[in-house]
């Protein structure tokens, strides 16, 4: 498969040139930069790595300005160094040029050996592809992706910005994650989870009994790995479309929301996989999207802020208050809270100040 080909080589070309960056690190002290490696690269293409040479110019480049971003937000401490990657773990290509794209197919420039000429000549194909939705405006790039299972997708980015904001509520919500309940709104709301991961835990069981008595590397231990990959898919796609709705909602009904910092790496290590399967830091970075998208604000309170265990009335802090107390009532005031609504309000408060219930 031509596409399967391409990203091999792409997964090639990533891990020379953070060989290279690593090299050229231990040797200066300095990273090369986007603007030393590109220069190399056509070297490369000339001399050592022709065999490269048959995939687009700027879809090469996109891996080497990949690198260099990721090594830019590592500088800015919004992500970790790149690492080496194996050949099925490689999925994605950038086209900026080189292609025409109609409905429901994609042309694709690439570059073949003529051995009558023997030089490089273009070669064109053709992609079909389910053509589900509309773009809008021009488009800027085309993105490739392959997934787990091996299903090859094709992503269309235009420079169309145009939404429809919703219209202002003047409502404020202060939003507390949990484990049992998966979100505690300031306003008395309680919002659980499906927990998808947990409802397909039978069937898990069955395709990884089914994995474990097959031969390793065979056709059949690979058509179950499949499976398995194929399922996995379908948990994702589960929470990942229940977050989106979940967000629109909140989206539609406040204009200020609020939430709290987790540190999602102590908590991973304590439930592990509940953690994993409630999915806080996706359905955040959704909200943020979602937010941006229809001119709401967002703010999260940080990870050392007070929110549980100050009362939201008076504001006496109760040292007292355990894990396991999930109601309980304020010795200075005598009111009576649900340990989740607290704190909802209380990052509520701690966002935008003091909350007046109207009455």
């Not at 094709?154 to 309940?181: C, K, N, R, W």
Request: hydrophobic share 35%; aromatic share 12%.
């Amino acid at each position: 498969m031509r596409l399967g080909n391409m990203l091999d080589d792409l997964c090639d070309v990533h891990n020379h040139f953070l060989r290279l960056e690593k090299r050229y690190y231990r040797i200066y002290g300095k990273y090369a930069g986007r603007y030393r490696l590109q220069p190399h690269l056509t070297k490369l293409l000339q001399r050592t790595h022709k065999h490269w040479a048959w995939i687009p110019r700027d879809t090469l480049d996109a891996v080497i300005i990949r690198l260099d971003t990721t090594y830019e937000r590592f500088f800015d401490g919004l992500g970790g160094l790149p690492k080496f990657k194996r050949k099925d773990r490689y999925r994605s290509a950038k086209f900026q040029s080189g292609y025409k794209l109609e409905a429901g197919r994609v042309r694709l420039s690439f570059k073949a050996w003529d051995e009558s000429s023997e030089s490089l000549k273009f070669n064109k194909r053709w992609f079909s592809f389910h053509h589900h939705r509309d773009w809008k405006g021009e488009v800027r790039y085309l993105q490739i992706l392959r997934d787990s299972v091996g299903t090859y997708w094709l992503y269309v980015v235009t420079d169309d910005s145009t939404t429809e904001p919703y219209l202002a509520t003047g409502e404020s919500v202060g939003i507390d994650f949990g484990m049992e309940t998966y979100l505690t709104l300031n306003t008395g709301e309680k919002i659980q989870s499906p927990e998808f991961l947990k409802q397909s835990l039978t069937q898990l069981r069955k395709l990884y009994k089914s994995l474990s008595r097959k031969i390793k590397g065979s056709n059949n231990w690979w058509r179950a790995v499949r499976q398995l990959a194929r399922l996995y898919r379908h948990i994702a796609n589960q929470r990942r479309d229940w977050h989106f709705k979940l967000a629109t909602d909140l989206c539609r009904r406040f204009d200020l929301i609020t939430t709290e910092t987790l540190n999602l790496a102590g908590m991973k290590r304590l439930w592990g996989r509940k953690v994993s399967d409630l999915s806080f830091g996706q359905f955040v970075d959704i909200l943020k999207f979602k937010c941006f998208k229809h001119n709401r604000d967002f703010h999260q309170v940080g990870q050392w802020t007070a929110t549980t265990k100050p009362c939201s009335d008076c504001g006496f802090h109760n040292e007292n208050l355990s894990l396991s107390d999930r109601q309980w009532r304020c010795p200075e005031c005598g009111s009576h809270h649900d340990r989740d609504i607290n704190a909802a309000r209380n990052i509520l408060r701690a966002a935008c100040g003091p909350v007046v219930e109207q009455t």
